[in-house]
């Protein structure tokens, strides 16, 4: 550790819960060792009286999840079948939807699970964890890519079948009778996924729900990760359109947290990162009005040099900033290392002709050129927007465009977008994420930009993501992002730069699943020469906490900014023993890498 890095260290000190003298007392336990949890077998590990004991108090929905890899042929065979399905994953107790990370981490199943149904079954779990001294774990849609909803010898909380979805015409948050004025909402449980959400809210009710792009990602997750959806340019992060949550707190007491009740809990939840502060059991959500058409733009230009697809990625930034830069278009445009620029954006509130339109002069320029090569041409779709989520619509009119769940009885809303069918049951090799500042879209800023982008280029694929960032937002969906823990970068940034490699699915005991680590390893090596060529040109940016690099350095500032001393006093106050542990996760520095450990 160099001297700048110990000064960061020792500046971060007095924000760590359990460092600071008097936060949550000793590291030591009484017999003077180091604070530990159990694990099976070691002394103090529950008996078995005593998780009969949970089982009774949770109405018999206590589980010992394995691997379906592991606990038969017929099971292990109908694994298999469906191990690119992510509904069918999500309902695996033993498994998560990512099977790991290179070097960092496998998915391997708790010891015991509590399949709850109820706030009281969670609260009865956090408790036993809390007496017990067990590690515990909460998942939900298990998507998280650092392994937070994943840890062997550990209490699994798992949500999946806490799934209720609740409209109201004119909700008001508990104690804000007077303050707050009644407004549309959904409150959704925590198992819920968006698919579930989205279906609930748009497909049936003809209202919008700001929520996440993946349809299996679990609501509660997404929303205390910050959440992103396709939209988001226009409608702000997903964290900032919460206005009410249940949530279980390290005593075990169930909380409602709002504006005027538990607010430093409240904006905490809000961006701070799942499974730190809490167990969030439901959350109520405001909803928009729906624009008449929802639509996207998909087509891959290849260039016929070095030179002329860096004249092709300046045109594509020229043309961002002057044309798309605005509320109605998101998602991505991919730089690619074969000289490819693939275009996979979306838009709001334009119709067909309109969203042509506004793409028609970039497309000319791309065909008054010999150097360049529609290898995708150029494809616009627009719909009713209440159709946007309706898996009914898309069996009929772009059934290629969904994968729904095949299982037999599987409901028939259940569909998960064509391109994002390839991260189900990844392995990841690498994952690196930055928020580009939108000053970098001057004019005067662009060239460096450009050459930014190339070089970036010539190790790995690059991704900007536009709605992952808020500039060029609405000023109202700003000023509520102001209000969350998530890193005030987002809010000035015009994109989330992406730069990552995986492989199959290789979760343990899988028939024929090797991970090629030396390949893994090439591969990162690479993404991480990629993401500095282009953080040259912004050398600060911050990360966001759900899709992110493992091993990132300065994760307190990379994901949250100035506000994570405010987090860490949040953490104090509501979990003052640290019971709540996960990956890069606020107070997590005072736990040993396992989360089993209080370092001293």
């Not at 008001?172 to 989205?198: E, L, R």
């Not at 959440?227 to 992060?237: P, Q, T, V």
């Not at 998909?298 to 040099?305: C, E, L, N, R, V």
């Not at 189900?424 to 939108?438: E, T």
Request: aromatic share 10%.
């Amino acid at each position: 550790m160099n001297r700048r890095e110990l000064l960061k260290a020792a500046l971060a000190i007095p924000f760590l819960p359990g460092v600071m003298t008097g936060a949550i007392g000793s590291t030591r336990a009484a017999d003077g060792k180091l604070y530990a949890r159990v694990r099976p077998g070691q002394a103090g590990w529950p008996s078995p009286a005593q998780w009969h004991e949970l089982k009774r108090a949770v109405g018999g929905r206590l589980l010992q999840p394995q691997s379906p890899f592991t606990a038969s042929k017929a099971a292990c065979e109908e694994a298999l079948k469906h191990i690119k399905n992510p509904f069918y994953i999500g309902d695996q107790p033993g498994l998560t939807q990512t099977s790991g990370w290179a070097d960092a981490w496998v998915s391997r199943p708790s010891a015991y699970a509590v399949a709850a149904e109820s706030a009281a079954d969670v609260a009865a779990a956090v408790r036993f964890a809390s007496k017990h001294r067990l590690r515990l774990v909460v998942k939900g849609g298990g998507h998280s890519y650092q392994g937070t909803s994943d840890a062997p010898d550990s209490l699994l909380i798992w949500t999946r079948h806490m799934n209720a979805i609740t409209l109201h015409d004119h909700f008001v948050a508990h104690g804000c009778d007077g303050v707050q004025a009644p407004q549309p909402a959904v409150s959704v449980q925590a198992g819920a996924m968006w698919i579930d959400a989205y279906d609930a809210v748009t497909t049936h009710a003809g209202r919008y729900v700001q929520g996440g792009g993946c349809c299996t990602v679990g609501v509660a997750g997404l929303i205390q990760s910050g959440g992103f959806g396709s939209f988001s340019k226009r409608y702000g992060m997903a964290a900032a359109g919460l206005i009410e949550a249940e949530i279980v707190t390290a005593d075990g007491d169930v909380r409602i947290a709002n504006a005027c009740t538990n607010p430093d809990l409240f904006w905490g939840i809000k961006g701070g990162g799942g499974g730190s502060l809490g167990v969030v059991t439901r959350v109520t959500l405001r909803t928009h009005a729906l624009p008449e058409f929802f639509g996207a733009v998909f087509g891959a230009i290849k260039a016929s040099s070095d030179a002329a697809y860096r004249a092709l990625i300046a045109e594509a930034i020229r043309f961002y900033q002057s044309d798309l830069f605005n509320p109605h278009w998101g998602e991505q445009m991919r730089f690619r290392g074969d000289n490819v620029l693939h275009l996979a954006m979306v838009f709001q509130g334009l119709s067909q002709p309109q969203a042509q339109a506004v793409w028609q002069p970039f497309l000319d320029w791309v065909r008054a050129s010999s150097d360049y090569t529609f290898v995708k041409p150029p494809q616009f779709l627009a719909m009713p927007a209440q159709h946007f989520w309706d898996a009914e619509y898309f069996r009929q009119h772009l059934p290629s465009a969904i994968v729904p769940d095949d299982r037999a009885g599987a409901p028939r809303n259940h569909m998960l977008w064509a391109g994002d069918h390839a991260e189900v049951g990844w392995f990841i090799h690498s994952y690196q994420s930055a928020w580009m500042p939108a000053s970098l879209l001057h004019k005067e800023n662009q060239a460096q930009l450009v050459d930014a982008i190339f070089a970036s280029s010539r190790e790995w694929d690059v991704e900007f993501h536009f709605n992952k960032g808020l500039a060029g937002a609405p000023p109202e969906a700003i000023a509520a992002a102001r209000d969350i823990a998530t890193n005030p970068q987002v809010l000035d940034a015009f994109a989330l730069a992406i730069i990552a490699g995986n492989g199959a699915p290789a979760y343990p005991g899988m028939p024929g699943a090797h991970p090629d680590l030396p390949k893994a390893r090439d591969e990162a090596a690479a993404v991480g020469r990629a993401m500095s060529a282009l953080l040259k040109v912004a050398p600060n940016a911050g990360a966001y906490v759900s899709e992110s690099n493992y091993f990132q350095h300065d994760w307190q500032r990379a994901f949250w900014g100035a506000n994570y001393p405010r987090l860490a006093a949040v953490k104090r106050q509501y979990d003052p023993e640290g019971l709540f542990f996960v990956h890069h996760g606020v107070g997590s520095e005072a736990w040993s890498a396992d989360g089993f450990t209080r370092l001293a």
